[in-house]
Structure formats: C-alpha cells, structure tokens
C-alpha cells in the first residue's frame, strides 16, 4: 500500500469513527433517562417508610363521615317520623344507590341522643331522617328529570320506613340548581404548569423517582401522581400527570417522555395551605433534578410578571367563594367543585 491509499484508508477511519461516534451521541440524547439503581437497605427505622413510592391506599384514612347534607348545595326532603326507628331498620331500607344522575345522593338520620345528623349507625335510634341530592357540580345543573328520581326513591324510602316525605317544588329547585352551576362555572379555577425536556427525554420510572423524593404518591387513576396534605383526610396539595397509556404499557421505561403536567386544582384546598406554592416548589425541583423547563399548556416560559397575575387572581378567587359562603377547601367547596 503506497502513502496516497494509506492516507486514504486513514481519513476513511476518521470519517467512519465520527459517524459512529455521532450515531452514539444521537442515541444517547434520544434514550430515556432511567431511574437510579437503589442499593437495598437495611429495615427502617420505626416511623419511616420503607418505600419512598407509597400508594394512595397507604395514607392516613379520612375521619368517619359526619352528615354532610347542606342547604346551600343541595337540595333537601325531610322525612317525619311517627317514633324512632334503629338505626338496623334505616339501613336495611335505604335505596342501593348513592347517585342520582350524575349528583350525588344522600339519606340521613337525626341521632336522638347527640341531635346530629349522620348516615344510620347500627345500635342508634333515630327520630327523623333526610335525603338530598346535590345541586350542581362540574357535571352541570340537577335536571328536572333527576329531581323526579329523587322524590320517587325518597318517597319509597320514606314508605318504606313508616315516614312521611315533604318534598319541595320542583320547579324551585332546578332554578336554585341552575343559579349554583352558573356560579361554579363563573369561578372554578384550576392552574397548570408543564414541565418538558430540555434535552434528553425521561422514562417513566426516573419521573416516578424525582417525584417521589418529593412527597409525591401514586395516584388513583394510571397517569397521575399527588402530592398529599400533611394534614390527614384533606384533599392532595398538587398533582403530576402524563400520559396513562405509558402507564399501563408492558414497555413503560423505554418510552420516552418529553412532558408531564403538575396542576393545582384550586377549590379544593384550603389557601392556607399554600398549595400554589408547594406547586411551584415541586416544579422547580423536578425542573432542577430532570434538566427541565417549567411551562405554561401553550408552551411560553413563566416570567415573574405571569406569577403575579396568578396570585392576584387567586386572592380574587379565594374572596370570591368567601363572599358566597363557599371557602375554598371547605367540605361544601370541595363537593360543588367535583
């Protein structure tokens, strides 16, 4: 081989060598970051998890439910009671089922002892009862044709127990039912920043991990992640989000994830529980940790002015339900605002 075709040969190396290293370069920027191999550890201490992944199921469990029927949401039949009737009886006569519609549906009973309103208890007289189906929530107005169900199966419980059913007007009702959903409509509110790759796409797992050593738990539904209340029983403070059907997929750590959502939804927590903060916290840590930038849906990056104009409108917001006797996070607020 003369110098020409060596030197040949050599510039052919260099120039295959730089395609294959280009190709590795390419393939690496496009392969989904994995989660961390975690060395397996001794037990936990006493109090500590032993996986930093906990379910929804593994939370403190809500406090018993106490009546929950309320005027200003829903719509309410007494029921009269010719003598206290067991709390066994109430039960073993109450309707199958807990919706009418797409409203929930509730029958309560007046303790005779303690005089509050609560679901039938087993080993408890009861001196007077009550159903009520809700007015409004994100599925709309009660209809006329849902109030007509919900006098039929509160008459045939009432008749059921000896009792005697005083229903409202209907027509009254479904324009209280409207009035409330034009309100909801008017004034519900839910933020949502997007967190996208600046690079290197993830896997589902390393989102998993960065999340998880921020609080937060697997969700209820494939696709979600919340981050919960410190306080037992109240509703999550935040939620990450993606695609479910990555979730659910047999090749889930090799698809690669370009986006998740982290969203507040803002009626259902209480504004001193700074929960549009703790958003903004999970945000920028995950943001950090994953080479992510933070985003609203329509892809524009957030400035300080952007944040500002949230915050006023959530003052605005939160005065707003104050005003109509619905506090964001109350147990009213979070039933009118599912």
């Known amino acids: 081989m003369d110098s020409l075709q060596a030197g040949l040969a050599l510039a052919g190396g260099a120039i295959l060598l730089g395609i294959i290293a280009y190709n590795a370069w390419v393939v690496r920027r496009n392969t989904p970051r994995q989660a961390e191999r975690l060395e397996p550890e001794g037990p936990p201490e006493s109090g500590e998890a032993a996986d930093p992944a906990l379910d929804a199921a593994s939370l403190p469990a809500a406090p018993p439910v106490q009546g929950r029927l309320d ?34 549906f509730a029958i309560e009973a007046h303790h005779r002892m303690t005089g509050k309103w609560e679901p039938p208890q087993h080993g408890w007289l009861y001196d007077a009862c009550r159903a009520g189906v809700q007015l409004a929530n994100r599925a709309g107005a009660l209809t006329q044709v849902e109030f007509s169900e919900f ?12 009792g005697a059913a005083d229903s409202p007007d209907m027509l ?9 959903d034009k309100f909801a409509s008017e004034h519900d509110m839910q933020l949502v920043l997007d967190l996208r790759a600046r690079a290197t796409p993830w896997s589902l797992g390393f989102v998993n991990q960065q999340a998880a050593k921020l609080g937060f738990v697997a ?47 803002v009626p259902q927590v209480a504004p001193e529980e700074n929960a549009f903060d703790s958003l903004l916290q999970a945000a920028s840590a995950l943001a950090q940790a994953m080479d992510g ?11 300080e002015q952007a944040m500002t104009e949230i915050r006023a409108g959530l003052r605005t917001f939160y005065k707003a339900l104050v005003r109509h006797k619905l506090p964001a996070g109350s147990p009213v607020a979070r039933r009118l605002f599912s």
Request: glycine share 6%; charged share 20%.
């Open 151 to 162: 006098v039929i199966k509160t008459q045939a419980f009432a008749d059921a127990i000896g």
């Open 71 to 104: 005027e200003r949401i829903d719509s309410i039949i007494p029921i009269a009671l010719d003598a206290p009737v067991s709390g066994e009886e109430l039960m073993a006569r109450l309707p199958a089922t807990h919706r009418i519609g797409s409203k929930p």
């Open 172 to 180: 009254q009702e479904v324009a209280r039912a409207k009035e409330l």
């Open 293 to 303: 930038i933070i985003t609203d849906p329509a892809g524009h990056a957030l400035s």
């Open 219 to 265: 969700g209820a539904v494939a696709g979600r992640m919340v981050l919960p209340s410190p306080k037992a029983g109240m509703p999550h403070l935040a939620e990450l989000s993606y695609d479910p059907q990555i979730a659910l997929s047999d090749n889930k750590d090799n698809i690669p994830l370009h986006q998740i959502a982290l969203s507040l939804d």
